[in-house]
């Protein structure tokens, strides 16, 4: 199977493989075993038949029941579903502020995005969807693959997907760029046209990722290294594994 970024379907655009980023001890993500996506609810009968084929066995759909139920999934054969809605339904910052202040969280004071992510992070509900989406990461057959998605696949496909590579050791400039790589696709969508993998590194190579939406995923970032000094205590202390886990994880998925 060829090791590409992006991959084509009729009804996805944002649908990509999260393998091959480099973390700063020198291995890489495997290629085909873990994917995020945009919606699933428009897949023809040919994308369905390429999930198979790919053996994704596993989808996380992140968005909230109305969603689910206006635009279900389009399930595939020998998929399980997996029901893990991100936002809580009170998402009030005044839940967080205490919280925040006690253990000297960050704040993100002008970045609007980045406030949104860390209430998200910070809530006991999302926090136990994010616990769901490891344990079927951590107990993923070794043959299959799982993909993850939202409805653009940007906000809470990009918090998973930031989670994932802080506990797979990437660094923050790659995180930030897998994140902004949405942006960079729903503009070649409009022309039909899926970047190549070499322009797709052009793309990354030039996006700068200390100011505007770069700044966004920092609310995943710069609040777990605040508020708990690196994402293998936040993983044990919030999600509730435990270094062993961790351990597991990274060998399952890096090489």
Not at 179 to 196: C, D, I, K, R
Request: proline share 3%.
């Amino acid at each position: 199977m060829a090791q590409e970024r992006i991959v084509a379907f009729d009804g996805p655009v944002n649908f990509r493989d999260l393998g091959g980023y480099q973390n700063e001890a020198g291995k890489r993500l495997k290629w085909h075993k873990i994917y995020r996506s945009d919606s699933l609810s428009a897949l023809s009968d040919a994308d369905q038949a390429k999930l198979t084929a790919m053996n994704v066995s596993v989808d996380c759909d992140l968005r909230s029941a109305y969603e689910k139920e206006t635009a279900p999934d389009k399930l595939w054969s020998g998929v399980k579903f997996i029901d893990v809605p991100i936002y809580a339904e009170d998402t009030s910052p005044r839940k967080h502020q205490v919280y925040r202040f006690l253990h000297h969280i960050p704040d993100m004071k002008d970045n609007f995005i980045g406030q949104i992510y860390q209430q998200t992070l910070l809530d006991k509900h999302s926090q136990q969807m994010f616990s769901q989406i490891f344990m079927q990461l951590l107990t993923l057959p070794t043959d299959a693959a799982l993909v993850y998605h939202c409805s653009a696949g940007k906000d809470r496909t990009g918090m998973v997907s930031a989670l994932i590579l802080m506990a797979l050791g990437m660094d923050d400039d790659t995180i930030a760029r897998d994140y902004l790589l949405t942006n960079e696709l729903y503009g070649f969508a409009v022309s039909h046209q899926l970047p190549t993998n070499d322009e797709i590194a052009n793309l990354v190579a030039k996006m700068n990722v200390t100011k505007g939406e770069g700044t966004a995923i920092r609310g995943i970032t710069e609040t777990i290294r605040g508020g708990w000094g690196d994402f293998a205590t936040f993983f044990e202390k919030e999600l509730g594994f435990s270094k062993a886990d961790l351990t597991k994880l990274q060998q399952l998925y890096l090489e």
